[in-house]
């Protein structure tokens, strides 16, 4: 059996994430720019009904919530569900650099920062002080989680799916 010389940091753990959550978005936005306007604003049974409103549910919460609340300190005011790009095109911009952003700030990180707490305010106002890596796993699973109900917003439309398994990220990876 080969072994893997593979330091088990955490910038070596959310360095992957973050990669993957690249990937991810620019497979899922390839998918879902194809389908028509009618279907990909119309309430399809999502949580922010469509797939419009999810993708500008993941603009606020990864983008303009957490990634100000980790990179900057600051605790934005922001409805989970405001509409921040109506452009689509636009909005696929948007979330392609953001997931971008979070590659080079990972690894801007002092490997102590992952053990130490996230103190930031709630959307609402609520002070909180949670474990920091955990939090940051929480914004990639939070990604994962909405892309995969858009995935299957898409199949039950019909629509061709991208597979967003991150075992074919890592696949392709090893490939390069």
């Known amino acids: 059996m080969a072994t893997v010389n593979n330091s088990s940091t955490w910038h070596t753990h ?22 028509p306007d009618q279907d990909y604003r119309r309430d399809v049974g999502l949580f922010f009904k469509s797939i419009h409103g999810t993708l500008n549910h ?57 053990d130490s707490l996230l103190d930031y305010q709630t959307s609402k106002g609520v002070p909180q002080s949670l474990p ?15 892309r995969g109900q858009i995935t299957a917003a898409l199949t039950a439309m019909g629509q061709p799916c991208p597979e967003l398994d991150m075992v074919y990220c890592l696949q392709e990876e090893s490939r390069k």
């Open 58 to 114: 993941m603009l606020v919460a990864e983008h303009l919530l957490w990634y100000a609340r980790f990179a900057k300190g600051a605790s934005p005011v922001l409805a989970l569900d405001a509409e921040i790009e109506p452009e689509r095109e636009r909005l696929a911009q948007a979330l392609k650099g953001g997931s971008a952003n979070w590659t080079s700030l990972i690894a801007s990180w002092s490997a102590e920062r992952f």
């Open 14 to 35: 959310f360095s992957r994430l973050a990669r993957y959550h690249v990937w991810a978005t620019h497979r899922l936005l390839e998918a879902v720019s194809p389908v």
């Open 132 to 146: 920091f890596a955990a939090t940051l796993a929480h914004v990639f699973n939070h990604a994962t989680h909405h």
